[in-house]
């Protein structure tokens, strides 16, 4: 069995890694597909084991446990290698679940090879790389008032070449207090941090187009060096027709067939703002699918009064008016950018 570190291994090998789902789910290595050797119940009961009754017992517990999935295992790995050659597995720290796979494995004549300190050195990989990165980019920040499509306009921008650093998509959240719509929990700290990683080191550009934001989004926080230089960044704005943005916000937040009973449950946090009893007449107006009026009152009364106290502060540098077409906007602000910012620089 070989072992190798995360920076030899990074542009060459195929990650498996072989922790237990919650584990992964809570960050892995990108483009790691997860074959556990424990699922989590059982990653529990052997550790309750090692505990209470010694390392040995835990350790024949774990062959038990593994021993059957071998089959099923053998024929993923085969798969696996047959699409991406080399291959190399990773647990925690590189211990006793990675180091049983890459062995079973390569005494079989399929080479895989271990992951030194496991997801921990990856860890420590982003930990150390990302100040150094956001030290080597100027922010471009994206300013508007809820429903302008700033995430789209990012989107487009990319498209057109720009590199771009996308909060929103790498928390998995839409930043305000109904962000969660539709999409699902909340990224974690980990994986929030994993995917600003991956997109900062893939700016082939000194100047980075990013939407605005507070410093949480959902319950992930902006690390404090990216929020600082984001202030100091170029800052521009958006602007839209209500109708517009009623229409961009409808096309996200109501995506999921279950966006009436999410967006209920979701208004029960707007209760410091909103009184009872009208908090009590929006909901029945979502509960008959009327999301245009929600919409609309809530930017009006409650998001485009926060917002603009904080936005008449700001000294932009350019302001662009957006409609629905992302794409359009993205154009207008790229030509501004490559006459008045890039040519400058």
């Known amino acids: 069995m070989n072992t190798l570190k995360y920076t030899e291994a990074k542009e060459k090998f195929f990650f498996i890694d072989v922790r237990s789902p919650s584990e992964y789910e809570d960050d892995t290595i990108t483009g790691a597909i997860n074959i556990p050797l424990m699922s989590d119940e059982e990653r529990k009961l052997i550790g309750t084991t090692y505990v209470q009754v010694g390392k040995t017992e835990a350790k024949r517990l774990g062959v038990n446990l593994i021993s059957p999935k071998m089959p099923e295992m053998f024929e993923q790995v085969i798969d696996l290698k047959y699409k991406h050659g080399q291959l190399a597995a990773f647990c925690a720290r590189g211990g006793y679940r990675s180091t049983y796979f890459a062995s079973v494995f390569s005494s079989i004549g399929i080479p895989v090879f271990q992951l030194e300190g496991g997801y921990k050195s990856y860890r420590s990989e982003v930990i150390e790389a990302l100040p150094k990165l956001n030290d080597n980019v100027n922010y471009i920040m994206l300013n508007g008032n809820t429903g302008v499509g700033k995430t789209n306009i990012l989107q487009s921008l990319r498209n057109l070449g720009c590199s771009v650093l996308d909060l929103e998509g790498a928390a998995n959240h839409r930043g305000s207090m109904l962000g969660s719509i539709g999409i699902g929990k909340c990224n974690s700290q980990k994986k929030f941090e994993t995917k600003i990683y991956d997109q900062l080191i893939k700016a082939d ?141």
């Open 205 to 345: 550009d000194n100047f980075v187009f990013v939407e605005a934001e507070s410093q949480k989004i959902g319950s992930v926080s902006i690390p404090k060096f990216i929020s600082d230089k984001m202030r100091n960044g170029i800052q521009i704005f958006i602007e839209a027709d209500i109708q517009d943005r009623i229409e961009n916000l409808k096309k996200d937040y109501t995506i999921s067939d279950d966006w009436i009973s999410e967006s209920i449950r979701a208004m029960d946090m707007l209760n410091k703002y909103i009184s009872k009893d009208r908090l009590e007449t929006l909901k029945n107006e979502i509960s008959m699918g009327n999301f245009d009026i929600v919409a609309r009152e809530l930017m009006e009364k409650y998001y485009d009064p926060m917002y603009n106290f904080k936005s008449d502060k700001i000294n932009y540098a350019a302001k662009f008016k957006t409609s629905t077409d992302s794409d359009a906007t993205a154009m207008e602000i790229l030509k501004w950018y490559e006459k008045d910012i890039k040519t400058k620089q």
